[in-house]
């Protein structure tokens, strides 16, 4: 089944220890993201990339990190998360392309306290 | 700065009703937009992706169409069932945006009473 895949669904953690959220795609596709969805300001961007080895910021790149060292795997870090970063994460990819849809991970709960 | 707007915030409609979902967007420079479902607990699935010379899309129950120049989309769900609960998000591709970096609504939160 042609899926992206996040993990961990959810994750409580503090404040200032690193944490990884994974997020593997089996379509094959060049196109990866990363967004965050907090209530009143909905999505947004935060990382992407383009392909292997290619990334870019998104609209709210702060306190993230990605790498994109294979095609089907695209982590995001947070080195030393806040309760600032406490969201809903959303990994998403597609084939190249500007009208191709973008298909979206089930999500990944983060707390920080 | 491209703003996606969806009104109304929520919508709660019996069973069996025709029903529209609104969404505008501020910059008409754009390549496409994307119409979208979220479920509790669960990712966005992509409904209709209407691109900017076309004027409409369907699929099964759903109709979408865009209206560029006038800054406006319409989801139209047909005879509407209570599996059709969930938020509904609109987002638009800018020119110029990198590829993917949809600018999203707030979405509308659609509750089909049985």
């Known amino acids: 089944e042609a899926q992206v895949t996040q993990n961990p669904r959810y994750l409580i953690t503090v404040t200032g220890k690193k944490l990884t959220v994974t997020c593997s795609q089996n379509?094959?596709?060049?196109?990866m993201s990363w967004y965050r969805q907090d209530p009143g300001l909905g999505l947004r961007q935060i990382y992407y990339?383009?392909?292997?080895?290619?990334?870019d910021k998104g609209d709210v790149p702060e306190g993230y990190k990605v790498s994109r060292k294979e095609k089907r795997n695209f982590p995001l870090i947070l080195e030393s998360p806040s309760p600032n970063q406490t969201s809903l994460y959303f990994c998403?990819?597609?084939?190249?392309?500007?009208?191709?849809?973008?298909?979206f991970g089930n999500g990944t709960r983060l707390t920080v306290t | 700065k491209q703003e996606v707007t969806q009104i109304p915030a929520a919508l709660s409609v019996p069973e069996g009703e025709n029903l529209v979902l609104n969404c505008s967007f501020t910059d008409s420079a754009i390549y496409n937009l994307q119409w979208f479902r979220q479920d509790p607990g669960k990712g966005l699935t992509s409904l209709l992706l209407?691109?900017?010379?076309?004027r409409e899309q369907t699929s099964g129950r759903l109709n979408a169409s865009l209206d560029k120049s006038s800054g406006r989309s319409t989801l139209y769900i047909a005879a509407s069932q209570p599996g059709d609960s969930a938020t509904y998000l609109c987002?638009?591709?800018?020119?110029?945006?990198?590829?993917?970096?949809?600018?999203f609504g707030k979405g509308t939160k659609l509750s089909v009473k049985p």
């Open positions: 987002a638009v591709r800018n020119y110029g945006g990198s590829q993917g970096n949809l600018i």
């Open positions: 998403a990819s597609s084939t190249q392309g500007v009208n191709s849809p973008l298909h």
């Open positions: 379509m094959n596709h060049e196109y």
């Open positions: 990339s383009m392909n292997v080895e290619v990334t």
């Open positions: 209407i691109q900017s010379s076309q």
